[in-house]
């Protein structure tokens, strides 16, 4: 699957939102990804995580995590087509911690997997947890990427777009009147 035909698996899927928006990062930006409408088609989510799972074949990950919750979808979709376990960890008071009986043994080779990277925070929490057990992070993928983020090793996502966001004071959106919708689950 190629940026081109992924993008249009996004938009075809409902997925690629435009409008006006506020993002977790307290942002405005014109376009928005539901990666919901992605995520509720098996067959589709299969294919990007095939992607993502061809493209990090080569560093043979024994272990693939993913935060909760659509990273944890995309962590078992790659974990599968892998042949690698799969774990997750939680947020607890703030701080990304295993439980379930999910542990990381010193040594590991980790592969984290993400739905949407924005500001790459929740990845970077996943990626503190996976090496203070003593995990090597031998990858980051993604079925998306809003931007550009400082994570390393740098992420791969089966579609990367440059989307412009505004602060509140900065955005033309809100000057020009139109309503602002809030979609995600994080509080802003």
């Not at 993502?52 to 990950?61: D, M």
């Not at 983020?149 to 966001?165: D, G, I, M, N, R």
């Amino acid at each position: 699957m190629n940026q081109d035909s992924a993008l249009a698996h996004l938009r075809d899927c409902g997925a690629f939102l435009e409008g006006h928006f506020l993002l977790s990062s307290g942002r405005h930006s014109k376009v928005y990804i539901e990666k919901f409408r992605l995520l509720e088609q098996p067959e589709l989510t299969e294919q990007f995580a095939r992607a993502i799972a061809n493209h990090f074949r080569i560093a043979n990950p024994d272990l693939v995590v993913g935060p909760l919750t659509g990273g944890v979808l995309v962590a078992h979709e790659v974990g599968k087509d892998l042949g690698a376990a799969l774990a997750f960890p939680e947020r607890v008071e703030g701080k990304m911690e295993w439980r379930r009986g999910f542990k990381i043994i010193g040594g590991q080779r980790v592969l984290i997997c993400e739905d949407v990277i924005t500001t790459g925070l929740s990845v970077a929490e996943v990626k503190e947890a996976v090496e203070r057990e003593g995990g090597v992070v031998v990858g980051i993928g993604a079925l998306i990427q809003r931007g550009e983020t400082h994570l390393t090793p740098s992420p791969f996502a089966v579609v990367k777009l440059v989307l412009e966001s505004f602060t509140v004071e900065d955005c033309p959106l809100c000057r020009n009147g139109h309503p602002l919708t809030k979609r995600g689950s994080r509080a802003v």
